[in-house]
């Protein structure tokens, strides 16, 4: 699981050029108690059989409230971007072929911060121009997420549950919305379904596939693999464990009558399940 949301969101957030450049870490977590600061490094490496110019850029990134999807924004445009708290260095260099860079972060957190913040850290290669051509320019991205220790309000609301259906027969896709001030990764929301008949029994389980969600966006989490089962009805159940205290989970009532013709009855109200 742990592994498909790394997947995922590393696709989101990097235009990579995996002949050229990459990063270590991709993905960054730094806990710090207000008004502390935080050292840290990056690995660049150069695969290529070129020198290349890397210039170091801030960025934030944005949920568009009308199309839900993410994008990159200029630093300092978000108000839970941690880019103004952010030293970086250097801020550009060559690195040549084969050749490995150290570069180094510190972060100054205020002493009124709470709850999580984030930014991108991105890396550009520039083009060079050289002798037997151009060295192609390309982005690697490492995602900053911070947490202000004993600040941290983790909260999710269930959306949203439907049933629908592919060729091997019914998947679930349920709704989430990270209604928290930090967002939800390393490790993301861990979401689970179980389907029971009408004499109670467990008919079908597994995994919802998913990945990080930051604070006020709109997630979609999917089964992983399709259910068949026999016309009737049965009852989903959905719990998330994302590092809160308790387990959020929600109850929907499925019907079909067929193994292709899924819908969902009702939705029973959210509950909180005791980890």
Same mark, same amino acid.
């Given at each position: ?104 972060? $510190?972060?100054?957190?205020? +002493?009124? =911060? @709470? #709850?999580? !913040?984030?930014?991108?850290?991105? %890396?550009?290669?520039?083009?060079? &121009? ?92 999917? $089964?992983?693999?399709?259910? +068949?089962? =026999? @016309? #009737?009805? !049965?009852?989903?159940?959905?719990? %998330?464990?994302?590092?809160?205290? &308790? ?29």
């Amino acid at each position: 699981m742990k592994r498909l949301w790394l997947m995922a969101m590393l696709f989101l957030i990097a235009s990579v050029n995996v002949e050229a450049v990459s990063v270590q870490p991709s993905v960054v977590k730094i806990q710090v108690n207000h008004g502390e600061t935080k050292n840290g490094t990056f690995d660049l490496y150069n695969r290529a059989d070129k020198e290349v110019y890397i210039k170091v850029q801030l960025k934030d990134w944005s949920v568009d409230p009308r199309s839900a999807k993410r994008e990159f924004v200029a630093a300092g445009k978000e108000s839970r971007s941690l880019t103004d708290w952010v030293i970086i260095e250097p801020e550009g260099f060559l690195l040549g072929a084969d050749k490995h860079q150290i570069v180094r972060y $510190t972060v100054k957190v205020p +002493k009124d =911060a @709470k #709850g999580g !913040y984030w930014g991108l850290a991105c %890396f550009v290669t520039k083009p060079l &121009k050289k002798k037997g051509g151009v060295v192609a320019a390309g982005e690697v991205v490492s995602f900053m997420g911070l947490e202000v220790i004993n600040t941290l309000e983790k909260k999710i609301e269930i959306r949203n549950i439907q049933a629908y259906n592919d060729a091997n027969g019914m998947k679930l896709k349920v709704s989430v919305k990270n209604t928290g001030n930090v967002p939800l990764f390393m490790p993301a929301p861990d979401g689970k379904f179980v389907i029971k008949n009408s004499k109670n029994e467990t008919v079908a389980k597994g995994d919802l596939n998913g990945q990080m969600i930051l604070p006020q966006e709109l997630m979609d989490y999917a $089964t992983t693999d399709p259910v +068949k089962l =026999a @016309k #009737g009805e !049965y009852t989903a159940i959905i719990f %998330f464990d994302y590092g809160a205290a &308790k387990m959020s989970g929600k109850k929907a009532k499925l019907s079909t009558m067929s193994t292709y013709n899924w819908k969902i009855l009702k939705e029973i109200k959210t509950v909180k399940t005791a980890k």
